[in-house]
Nanobody, 123 residues
Framework: QVQLVESGGGLVQAGGSLRLSCAAS????????MGWFRRVPGKEREFVAT????????SYTDSVKGRFTISRDNAKNTAYLQMNSLRPEDTAVYYC????????????????WGQGTQVTVSS
């Protein structure tokens, strides 16, 4: 089992940057694919990005390609989401996710979740 704790959310102006961190417990972090999802009130959780257990493969939803970068440091048991050129439509609660299998767009099958961190982008 793995426990996830996100940090790094906050309020930023449009065009600004934030880096989210996801600290994982346990000694098997390097076995898990990691992902980031986001949710706005009234909508379903939305896939943002995923990274394979080794970090060799990444994938992004189209709306964040070229602006967001997912990464991980297996020695520190931490995953990151660097968010640049933020837009008001990026405002959401961002969730870190972990799974021993592939993480795709279907959030319903992901095994582990963090508590979420709020990101607010003002125009």
């Amino acid at each position: 089992q793995v426990q996830l704790v996100e940090s790094g959310g906050g309020l930023v102006q449009a065009g600004g940057s934030l880096r989210l961190s996801c600290a994982a417990s346990g000694r098997t972090f390097s076995m898990y694919a990691m992902g980031w999802f986001r949710r706005v009130p009234g909508k379903e959780r939305e896939f943002v990005a995923t990274i394979s257990s080794s970090g060799a493969r990444t994938s992004y939803t189209d709306s964040v390609k070229g602006r967001f970068t997912i990464s991980r440091d297996n020695a520190k048991n931490t995953a990151y989401l660097q968010m640049n050129s933020l837009r008001p439509e990026d405002t959401a609660v961002y969730y870190c996710a972990a799974d021993l299998g592939y993480i795709g767009s279907n959030w319903r099958v992901v095994d582990y979740w963090g508590q979420g961190t709020q990101v607010t982008v003002s125009s």
